[in-house]
């Protein structure tokens, strides 16, 4: 998302950023000051997703709303935590606020050696789903996280091999119309990328000139999904701390484990961002300030 909001003009648009702008979603650290009447206390270990209205985690402090964090369990390290808000918080708002998914049911994850992907695939297994999922060099990666059918999208093509699946988590916006294809009446689709679907645009407070652009760009999608009868969402993730306490659960028990790719300080925070857009990285980057 960091790297998403500082090269895509079109996520600054949507979110009414303005450049120069700090980023950072989501974070790790020790709490130095509350409100008086708080529930969380000095000195707490806490993480947590900030409200896309107050990104800027790539700071020595930042001020965060406490219904947005949770406690960090006792086993886990700050870097552990840090990386996991983001793309935990998004793999399960996916499956379980939107799609519902339940137990027995089909869903394709594409991407499962992603960041998100590969949260989806473990959470998609705890429900009891099948799950499908596209892959190149993760395969391996992958299966180890229990996905059920695993496609080389270097050599096979998704849509030509899934069929009557419940539900659908794509994270690529040219491959968005071909999952259409592959969902049963009144399937299960959501994304991570493309145009924002009403709901999103309700959610942003999205109005004027700026909702009347988006809603024409939508219309294919809105198209597709009514031609298929599909359930069709874009999420745009919020910070949650119930949620998120949830999540803490799972990484408590080790049933939950994000792979960091390299840790960076603050000083080499450009570096960081060169190589997680080369995609230089096999995980999640963490900054650490120390």
Avoid: W
């Avoid at 009447?37 to 930042?62: D, P």
């Avoid at 708002?93 to 499962?112: N, S, T, V």
């Avoid at 299966?143 to 091999?161: N, P, Q, R, V």
């Avoid at 299960?188 to 679907?197: A, D, Q, R, S």
Wanted: hydrophobic share 40%; net charge positive.
């Amino acid at each position: 998302m960091d790297s998403r909001t500082a090269t895509d003009p079109s996520v600054r648009f949507l979110l009414n950023y303005h450049l120069p702008h700090i980023l950072g979603n989501d974070f790790a650290g020790e709490i130095v000051a509350t409100n008086p009447n708080s529930k969380f206390k000095k000195g707490q270990r806490v993480f947590g997703l900030v409200n896309y209205q107050n990104i800027g985690t790539f700071a020595e402090f930042i001020a965060v709303d406490e219904k947005d964090i949770a406690l960090i369990p006792d086993n886990i390290s700050y870097q552990e935590a840090a990386i996991t808000p983001l793309v935990s918080l998004t793999a399960y708002q996916a499956l379980h606020d939107l799609m519902k998914l339940k137990k027995g049911q089909k869903i394709f994850i594409e991407a499962g050696a992603g960041g998100v992907g590969s949260v989806a695939i473990i959470l998609a297994k705890r429900f009891g789903a099948y799950v499908a999922t596209t892959a190149g060099n993760g395969s391996e990666f992958v299966k180890k996280l229990g996905a059920d059918k695993i496609i080389d999208y270097h050599k096979e093509d998704f849509s030509t091999l899934l069929h009557n699946y419940d539900a659908a988590l794509i994270s690529k916006k040219e491959d968005l119309e071909k999952a259409f294809k592959i969902l049963r009446p009144n399937g299960n689709l959501v994304t991570l990328n493309g145009i924002p679907t009403q709901k999103t645009i309700d959610q942003l407070k999205i109005t004027g000139i700026k909702k009347f652009l988006l809603n024409i760009a939508a219309f294919r999608e809105k198209h597709l999904a009514k031609k298929t009868h599909v359930n069709f969402n874009f999420l745009f993730v919020q910070a949650n701390g119930q949620e998120l306490s949830k999540i803490a659960t799972l990484l408590e028990k080790q049933e939950l484990k994000i792979n960091i790719a390299k840790i960076y300080s603050l000083d080499n925070l450009v570096t960081a961002m060169k190589d997680l857009d080369q995609h230089n990285t096999h995980g999640k980057i963490v900054i650490q300030i120390n």
